[in-house]
């Protein structure tokens, strides 16, 4: 039971300073943390796009969201909006938070929408949506005070962030609370003969880094769990075929869309986050069916402003190391396994971890009860996640390229078929506890990607006729007051935290 005392972060980037800002916050003084970086060692600094529980970790840190939106060059984001991906020509929108109101009957609202829908009722169930609506109209805006109904609930919503500027800004926050970062190369890792402790880091300079516990944030390499250790990696790129992205940043948009785009492409797909100071763009793709060149020249062709810079080409595979803890060393982000980044969910993988490993923070020796859990936990999250970024290319109408035909008919996981079978009946999948995505989401992807649910829960026949109408009635007239009341994106933004970049260009 010898307690823990110095921990060392191996690799710095998103992943390395957001595990550095939580150890300095959680942990106090009671423990050393070290970071080592290189500035020879470049990070993948793209436009970063995130999900709600950003939130979340935003308050562990406790830190003020207007100071970090300023910071970060960052916009607000309500969802994604899927262009092309069921069918050319055709848009859905995958929205955060609810769908509709709780009707306090044990079963999804979703299910008495597809009864009133099937009955000659509005299709578009993003009417329900106060995230939704507000994208669709350009607006933005936290909890507010209405003399009708008081507070009112808050909008869902995540950030659009440069990723280079928030690791600086975790590492200035991470700095204030005591953390060391050491410059430099890693030539060599020492290791405990008996116990196969990582016991210390040999550095380029001839100096020696010791710790009690590692966290690997080196990137793909995995320069301790897999380098140390040989992990093992779990392949997916059956599935997940995408290996390459092409990035490139873009002017600053016009008008600052409270959302992130994806646009299906001919071998893969095409983002865009807007930011307060440029836009952040990529195409995410394929080499099987089209080259780094091509694809390289279709993404600047096709940008809705001029290029800041050249194309920068990234490669990649889907997957994760079997074991993301062994012994006293911990992956975290690229280290751990890779998702591409069509849900934003890469830096919520960080937060997930980091928030298990706090969970079950271990004394020196790292009972490997606490281990296997850790793997067993964070393996569930990497699965679930990964089912429903493969639904995206498998539930599609579309053949027109060799890609979109491999990827309608590929294989899939069978614990993916078995969502699929159950939406297609009846307008549910049934997520575990734990899983990330809910039922709105899974909704707003398989339906929006054109799985039409031959039925819904009969339980929803229950409530008289008359009486779902009003519900329902009084839920959308709610919502278009919500979004009524609130600024636009732009409005909001000037208002309390516009950035140094976006003030000088306005």
């Excluded at 005392?5 to 191996?10: A, M, T």
């Excluded at 430099?184 to 100096?207: C, K, P, T």
């Excluded at 006729?465 to 919500?482: P, V």
Aim: charged share 25%; glycine share 8%.
């Amino acid at each position: 039971m010898e307690p823990m005392r110095d921990v060392v972060i191996v690799g710095g980037g998103t992943a390395g300073w957001m595990a550095a800002a939580a150890l300095a916050k959680t942990l106090g003084a009671t423990h050393r943390v070290t970071l080592i970086e290189s500035e020879e060692i470049g990070t993948v600094g793209v436009g970063e796009s995130t999900i709600p529980p950003i939130i979340l970790f935003n308050k562990l840190l406790g830190i003020n969201e207007d100071e970090f939106v300023r910071e970060t060059n960052a916009t607000f984001k309500l969802g994604i909006e899927f262009v092309d991906w069921a069918r050319l020509g055709h848009t859905y929108f995958h929205n955060f938070g609810l769908l509709g109101a709780d009707l306090h009957t044990g079963i999804s609202f979703i299910h008495y929408w597809m009864r009133w829908m099937r009955s000659g009722g509005d299709p578009d169930q993003l009417r329900f949506s106060s995230e939704a609506q507000a994208a669709r109209e350009m607006k933005f805006g936290r909890a507010q005070m209405t003399r009708a109904s008081g507070t009112q609930p808050n909008i869902n919503y995540a950030f659009q962030f440069d990723a280079s500027t928030y690791a600086a800004y975790l590492r200035r926050y991470s700095e204030r609370r005591g953390v060391v970062r050491k410059e430099g190369r890693i030539v060599d890792v020492r290791q405990n003969g008996g116990s196969g402790f990582v016991e210390a880091v040999e550095m380029q300079d001839g100096s020696v880094v010791r710790g009690d516990f590692f966290i690997d944030c080196s990137g793909f390499r995995g320069l301790l769990i897999e380098g140390a250790f040989q992990a093992g990696f779990e392949d997916w790129s059956h599935w997940l075929p995408n290996n390459r992205a092409a990035a490139v940043p873009a002017e600053r948009m016009p008008t600052i869309t409270p959302y992130t785009k994806a646009q299906a492409r001919e071998a893969g797909w095409q983002w865009r986050i807007p930011l307060q100071h440029r836009t952040g763009n990529g195409y995410v793709y394929c080499d099987s069916f089209i080259s780094d060149d091509e694809a390289a020249r279709l993404l600047v062709e096709r940008l809705e402003g001029k290029a800041l810079a050249d194309p920068k080409t990234l490669r990649f595979k889907a997957g994760r190391r079997r074991k993301s803890w062994i012994k006293n060393v911990l992956a975290l982000g690229l280290s751990s396994g890779f998702l591409e980044p069509l849900e934003s969910t890469s830096i919520h993988l960080v937060q997930a971890g980091l928030t298990k490993f706090l969970d079950l923070f271990p004394h020196r020796n790292c009972d490997p009860i606490l281990i296997d859990l850790y793997n067993r936990e964070m393996a569930f999250q990497y699965e679930t996640i990964r089912d429903f970024i493969i639904a995206h290319y498998k539930v599609t109408e579309r053949e027109d390229t060799e890609f979109w035909k491999y990827c309608k008919h590929m294989s899939v996981p069978d614990t993916l078929n078995a969502k699929l079978e159950l939406f297609r009946t009846r307008a549910e999948v049934k997520p575990q506890n734990g899983d990330l995505f809910s039922e709105v989401s899974w909704f707003a992807v398989l339906y929006g990607q054109g799985i039409v649910p031959a039925g819904y829960h009969p339980l929803a026949d229950a409530m008289p006729e008359d009486e779902l109408n009003l519900k329902l009635a009084r839920i959308r007239a709610a919502i278009k007051e919500r979004v009524d009341g609130l600024p636009s994106h732009r409005e909001f933004i000037a208002s309390c935290c516009a950035s140094e970049a976006l003030v000088a260009a306005e």
